[in-house]
């Protein structure tokens, strides 16, 4: 008789256990992704705020919490978020999309803009669904005022540390977004973009 009201207690304890860490998880989400929300609506304001004259923009004191060098969106797979510059030690990548160091901006001629993110079930795994990406798919990037489109033009893998998606090519503007492959993390999936004119 103990033994089953031991054995029910242990039992109870888990599943209230399991159930805590299931909501504390959920409302982690769910407040990192109103958060980027949020930070990407201010960016959109600030960055696209035509309406305005430019003497009040000087004027007025705005101050960016966000970091964001750019916004990133992908409608296929329904994705708008902020864009940062990387950390040396790529920790950036725990909580937003990140640029690698020594990527080309958007408005770079022939330059290759560098993007990687987490590819998971949290809501910082920004890139879990960029597998579903086809050629023709678009991209847009946010930058410097400007929307730059995208369309894919190639899909791969690569080992880890290949430094091939890392490359220029010599005749076109690109887009380079980098992720781990589903359950291996030893190679890469490498969705690339080519740049076009609306």
């Not at 407040?31 to 600030?46: G, I, L, S, T």
């Not at 990133?72 to 329904?78: R, Y």
């Not at 949290?122 to 400007?146: P, T």
């Not at 080992?159 to 503007?173: A, T, Y």
Request: net charge negative; charged share 30%; proline share 2%.
């Amino acid at each position: 008789m103990i033994n089953k009201k031991i054995m029910l207690i242990i039992g109870l304890t888990f599943i209230i256990s399991g159930f805590i860490i299931y909501a504390v998880n959920c409302y982690f989400n769910y407040r990192v992704q109103k958060e980027d929300e949020n930070f990407v609506e201010q960016f959109m304001e600030q960055e696209f705020a035509d309406e305005k004259e430019e003497t009040e923009i000087e004027e007025e004191i705005v101050e960016d919490y966000t970091g964001y060098l750019a916004v990133l969106e992908i409608p296929k797979i329904d994705l708008k978020t902020g864009v940062v510059m990387s950390s040396k030690d790529y920790s950036t990548m725990n909580r937003n999309v990140s640029i690698y160091p020594t990527s080309d901006m958007p408005n770079y001629k022939y330059g290759n803009t560098i993007l990687f993110a987490h590819n998971g079930t949290s809501k910082v795994s920004y890139f879990r669904n960029i597998d579903r990406l086809e050629k023709d798919d678009v991209i847009f990037i946010y930058y410097d005022e400007i929307k730059y489109s995208y369309k894919v033009i190639d899909k791969y893998y690569v080992k880890e540390n290949s430094k091939e998606p890392l490359m220029r090519k010599d005749d076109k503007s690109i887009i380079t977004l980098i992720t781990c492959k589903k359950g291996n993390n030893r190679y890469r999936l490498i969705i690339v973009g080519e740049k076009y004119y609306e």
